[in-house]
């Protein structure tokens, strides 16, 4: 039964109430008065209490089809709900008046053995065993001994003397390391493996910046695709309701082609998102390959407290950012490098004496000889011109200390405010989505019962799809800017190197 039908009929059936009634609660003798009364002029509805009905389409009221369908279940009647679709928008509309999807960190163990297998891990820690060695020959210094032996075949020719005589010498001799060139180069042998060990945090701290940037990036395409694929669905339905309507006789040719259009741009934008996803996972399971271990990318339900900003205050998170910076543990390594290196140009502006001794046999055994050997070079100008290249690269690197202090500031800062404007963005979008998504609805009602058209609930439709693909884009882009400050400030357990690869004690060598 269609609209006007139902409102017809119920109509009917209490102007038949009101007069049954009317002619029961009135007595002959006033049945008989009325009947010789003279006729008067008929009243309008209004005055007799009734209201005009008028048509429940194309008006701001639904007037009084739409009070009648109220009214009906208190005569016993229950009003019909328009045979199309919903008052709800189904899957996509549950979808956004439900909470967003919400971003995860993987699950640490996947994280940990991802690091394990890394190959740029893999070659940060074979430097790091090549630095260990730099370091213990630095330590022992390249002064060797160095031993010499001389034959010789002597002929005398005058006598009494005359003959041949056999004659050798054997001489051992080693360059003398000064105590100042000791203590340079043992600095310099720390310097090489602290390097090496900022080094591979760097590449640790890299590796897990890349890690997170691709895996919010895949969960955020996954969300979209979900999304889309509910608004796809959710129009695949009311197409359908349409398509009946219209064979029924319900509803326009014009209707249809509106739903038509809209179905086919949700199905283009559900293909473009799938095709976003597929990338994404592919690169993402291509580039780390365990990750293939959480195909879903469910992640670590757990791990929501680590993708909110720090609650530290302003200085106490500054302070943990310049003492958790890979990047600036890797400029005070080459800082002192470059200070050991200019120890050592210094130290070698005094030359290092060479001392030997030697023995050896005269004429056939008649002459034996024993002495010792001193040697001394006289420093030049290259020693000179070498120290003061060494204190330039010890000034340059003292500066670039400086410089990269700033910029590690200037990225925490940067990220800092990124992750609370993001989020309280990601807050704010979210109770829009919510509020669109409740306005979408009740045009959709307003649609079904012909106060609005097509056009309009397909424009907030599109609106509530909007907001929540912004809302859902900024909640991720918080996740991964506070899940980078925690990285970058080592509030995140899996940004600490395991135990055991901290630094080294001075003078020790890596473990064989």
């Known amino acids: 039964m269609t609209r006007l039908a139902l409102a017809a009929c119920a109509a009917a059936w209490l102007c038949a109430a009101a007069v049954g009634s009317a002619s029961a609660a009135t007595p002959p003798d006033a049945v008989a008065a009325s009947a010789a009364a003279p006729a008067l002029p008929p009243q309008s509805a209004p005055r007799a209490g009734l209201r005009p009905a008028r048509p429940p389409w194309g008006s701001s009221n639904l007037g009084a089809a739409q009070r009648l369908l109220e009214n009906a279940p208190r005569a016993g009647l229950r009003p019909a709900r328009p045979p199309w679709g919903s008052s709800n928008l189904g899957a996509a509309q549950r979808l956004l008046e439900n909470e967003l999807a919400a971003p995860t960190l993987p699950r640490m163990g996947l994280l940990r053995a991802l690091l394990e297998q890394a190959p740029s891990l893999a070659e940060a820690r074979a430097l790091q065993g090549a630095a260990g060695a730099q370091g213990d020959a630095l330590r022992a210094g390249p002064q060797e001994f160095t031993a010499q032996a001389q034959v010789q075949q002597r002929r005398v020719d005058e006598p009494p003397d005359n003959g041949n005589y056999a004659e050798w010498q054997l001489l051992l001799s080693r360059p003398l390391r000064l105590p100042s060139q000791s203590r340079a180069d043992a600095k310099a042998a720390d310097a090489v493996q602290q390097a090496a060990r900022s080094a591979a945090d760097v590449a640790r701290r890299e590796l897990l910046g890349q890690v997170l940037q691709a895996w919010f990036d895949t969960q955020l395409a996954q969300a979209e695709t979900r999304l889309a694929q509910a608004q796809a669905q959710a129009l695949d339905a009311q197409t359908q309701a349409v398509r009946k309507r219209l064979a029924r006789g319900d509803a326009s040719q014009l209707e249809l082609d509106q739903m038509q259009a809209e179905q086919a741009r949700a199905d283009a934008a559900l293909l473009l998102a799938r095709g976003r996803l597929d990338s994404q996972r592919a690169a993402l399971q291509a580039r780390w390959p365990l990750l293939a271990a959480d ?185 991964r800017s506070a899940a980078l400050l925690r990285l970058h400030a080592g509030l995140l357990s899996v940004a600490q190197p395991p135990a055991g690869t901290g630094p080294a004690p001075a003078g020790s060598a890596p473990a064989r």
């Open 295 to 479: 195909p879903e990318l469910h992640g670590d339900p757990a791990s929501g407290a680590s993708l909110r900003p720090p609650s530290l205050d302003d200085a106490r998170l500054r302070q943990r950012v310049l003492e958790h910076s890979a990047t600036l543990a890797q400029a005070r390594s080459a800082l002192l490098q470059a200070q050991a290196r200019a120890e050592q140009a210094s130290a070698q502006r005094t030359p290092q004496p060479t001392v030997g001794a030697y023995v050896g046999s005269d004429r056939g055994g008649r002459e034996r000889i024993i002495g010792l050997q001193f040697q001394m070079p006289f420093g030049g100008p290259a020693r000179e011109a070498q120290e003061r290249a060494a204190l330039a690269e010890r000034d340059a690197a003292q500066w670039r200390v400086q410089d990269t202090r700033t910029r590690v500031l200037e990225q925490a800062e940067r990220l800092r405010l990124q992750a609370s404007s993001q989020a309280d963005a990601a807050r704010s979008l979210g109770e829009a989505a919510r509020a669109q998504a409740q306005a979408a609805t009740r045009m959709l009602r307003a649609w079904q019962l012909g106060e609005a058209g097509v056009a309009q609930w397909l424009l907030a439709r599109r609106n509530a799809l909007d907001v929540e693909t912004q809302a859902l884009q900024a909640r991720f882009e918080a996740a």
